[in-house]
């Protein structure tokens, strides 16, 4: 288990790190050709259809963007807790954030499906629609989480990991495409929702890293408060007063191999 704690700490950060990057590297490179494209392939849609397509991308950020990335970063303070009613909330809490984050991914795939061409002839058609069976299958494993001490336990929790990792950056990163997309299709700008979207995956990535350091920071104040003596507290002992009599009267003890040679 505390391997699969380390992996995770390595992998989520670096995933953060590249998400970032990719959408920094597509912004600019789609600013050059965006305005050649938009020109010569505009895209005559009507309002319905365009408010259809921007409620999907709503509610595809809505769950894979926000609520899904939140619930994994609850169920990490689940790693400093003792067993309690704190643990039980918790856990509660991410499944009920996980549980929504599945309900409004699978009603934006079925308003996908119903009302849009969905020839999966781009990238973001393709990862949507295996995101769509990615999440139903980690909802799945979730629902059947072994009890503690179970020799499954371990091998259901690397599996649940790794999934639910995967599902949530590829997620991410296929919110870019789907802004592209959304760009494409009606010929607007998107790059203050890159923008924003970029900024609450720096914002998120900040809080994951966070929390491997507040266990650490806990422990550094506990050890300070223990170390830390106020002079009110301090209990200094009465001097000895010891005497010219005492000094010189009291015979040197040397405690080595010479002594009873000194003592005779």
Same mark, same amino acid.
């Given at each position: 288990?505390?391997? #699969?704690?380390?992996?995770?700490?390595?992998? @989520?950060?670096?995933?953060?790190? $590249?998400?970032?990057?990719?959408?920094?590297?597509?912004?600019?490179?789609?600013?050059?050709?965006?305005? /050649? !494209?938009?020109?010569?392939?505009?895209?005559?849609? =009507?309002?319905?259809?365009?408010?259809?397509?921007?409620?999907?991308?709503?509610?595809?950020?809505? =769950? @894979?963007? #926000?609520?899904?990335?939140?619930?994994? $970063?609850?169920?990490?303070?689940?790693?400093?807790?003792?067993?309690?009613?704190?643990?039980?909330?918790?856990?509660?809490?991410?499944?009920? $954030?996980?549980?929504?984050?599945?309900?409004?991914?699978?009603?934006?795939?079925? @308003?996908?499906? /119903?009302? #849009?061409?969905?020839?999966?002839?781009?990238?973001?058609? !393709?990862?949507?629609?295996?995101?769509?069976?990615?999440?139903?299958?980690?909802?799945?494993?979730?629902?059947?989480?072994?009890?503690?001490? =179970?020799? !499954?336990? =371990?091998?259901?929790?690397?599996?649940?990991?790794?999934?639910?990792?995967?599902?949530?950056?590829?997620?991410?990163?296929?919110?870019?495409?789907?802004?592209?997309?959304?760009?494409?299709?009606?010929?607007?700008?998107?790059?203050?929702?890159?923008?924003?979207?970029?900024?609450?995956?720096?914002?998120?990535?900040?809080?994951?890293?966070?929390?491997? /350091?507040?266990?650490?920071?806990?422990?550094?104040?506990?050890?300070?408060?223990?170390?830390?003596?106020?002079?009110?507290?301090?209990?200094?002992?009465?001097?000895?007063?010891?005497?010219?009599?005492?000094?010189?009267?009291?015979?040197?003890?040397?405690?080595?191999?010479? @002594?009873?040679?000194?003592?005779?």
């Amino acid at each position: 288990m505390p391997i #699969f704690q380390k992996l995770s700490s390595f992998t @989520m950060p670096a995933c953060f790190a $590249l998400l970032v990057f990719l959408s920094f590297v597509g912004c600019s490179s789609h600013e050059f050709s965006s305005h /050649k !494209r938009i020109n010569n392939n505009v895209h005559k849609l =009507s309002p319905q259809m365009t408010f259809d397509i921007a409620f999907h991308g709503v509610l595809l950020w809505a =769950s @894979m963007g #926000f609520l899904m990335p939140i619930g994994v $970063l609850i169920i990490r303070m689940c790693n400093r807790e003792e067993y309690g009613r704190k643990v039980k909330v918790i856990f509660y809490v991410h499944v009920t $954030l996980q549980v929504l984050s599945v309900v409004l991914a699978t009603v934006g795939g079925v @308003m996908s499906i /119903k009302n #849009f061409e969905n020839s999966f002839n781009n990238y973001h058609q !393709r990862i949507g629609l295996a995101l769509y069976g990615a999440i139903w299958v980690q909802a799945l494993i979730g629902f059947c989480r072994p009890g503690r001490g =179970s020799k !499954r336990r =371990s091998v259901w929790y690397f599996v649940h990991w790794i999934l639910g990792t995967t599902v949530c950056i590829v997620g991410m990163i296929n919110i870019y495409t789907g802004l592209e997309a959304y760009q494409k299709k009606t010929s607007r700008s998107i790059r203050v929702w890159t923008v924003v979207f970029t900024a609450e995956v720096c914002l998120m990535a900040f809080l994951y890293l966070f929390q491997d /350091k507040w266990e650490y920071m806990q422990k550094q104040r506990v050890f300070m408060g223990n170390e830390t003596v106020t002079p009110s507290d301090q209990v200094i002992p009465p001097p000895r007063e010891y005497s010219l009599k005492e000094v010189f009267t009291e015979p040197c003890m040397k405690k080595n191999a010479l @002594m009873n040679h000194f003592m005779d």
